[in-house]
């Protein structure tokens, strides 16, 4: 999945958010985003499954432009993703278990060989402990790693992730961090936004790009990704 972002501006009200940004993604590899609350980072990864459109400028996927996607091509683009937003956006009336299962059966699996996966993934997640609760349930930092097992669930050719360990321990975040990890080395693309320093030190080779003021700039280069400040 290519990602071209070209000389975005995004707007609220007159006051920009984000400030001529440029960045080409060619769907593999690590991107993380660092930079202060309030920098424009959620509103740079809200692009990139087209929750929010640009101002100015234009987002590609697979050289079409979200601005001018049909509401199925929208759909179709983000079964190639996995989205875990900062609110996690459980189904409120579905287990932990039946939320992780559905992108199993929705990929059409058989019914055991769908309760076995999710079960296994729940187990890798370490959460397999919540797996009967129900999201009011959880805490904070439960809710998203239950979001983050379903998103990986769906084995999305791209993860797109906003701050999926901000809300846990240095332990808990270092195990999200190897299975994040695992996931890239079996070809899943992976856009974190983070300030945490076991994502960070777990992706050595990772383009580390910093949102200040909605103005994109580049630490560090990888080879798959193209950016111009």
Known sequence: MRIDVRDVTVAYDGIPALTN???SF?????VMLTGPTGAGKTTLLRLL???????QGAVLIDDIATSSMKQVQRRA????????????????????????????ALAGLSKA?????????????????????????LSGGERHLVALARAIASKPELLIAD???????????????????????????????????NLLSA?????????TEGVLTVDSTHSTIEVQP
Do not use: W
């Open 21 to 23: 940004v440029t960045l």
């Open 113 to 137: 060989d769908a309760t076995r996966s999710c079960l296994d993934l729940l187990a890798d997640m370490n959460i397999s402990y919540v797996r009967h609760k129900f999201p009011h349930q």
């Open 203 to 211: 992706f050595p080779q990772a383009t580390v790009c910093t949102i």
């Open 26 to 30: 060619e769907g593999s590899g690590v």
């Open 163 to 197: 701050e999926p360990t901000g809300t846990l321990d240095e332990a808990t975040s270092a195990h999200v961090a190897s299975t994040l990890h695992s996931c890239v080395t079996h070809g899943m693309g992976l856009i974190i936004s983070t300030h945490s320093a």
């Open 77 to 104: 683009m983000r079964r190639r993703q996995g989205i875990v937003q900062q609110s996690c956006r459980l189904v409120s009336d579905y287990s932990v278990f039946d939320n992780v299962l559905m992108p199993y």
């Open 49 to 55: 499954y087209a929750d929010l459109l640009p101002t």
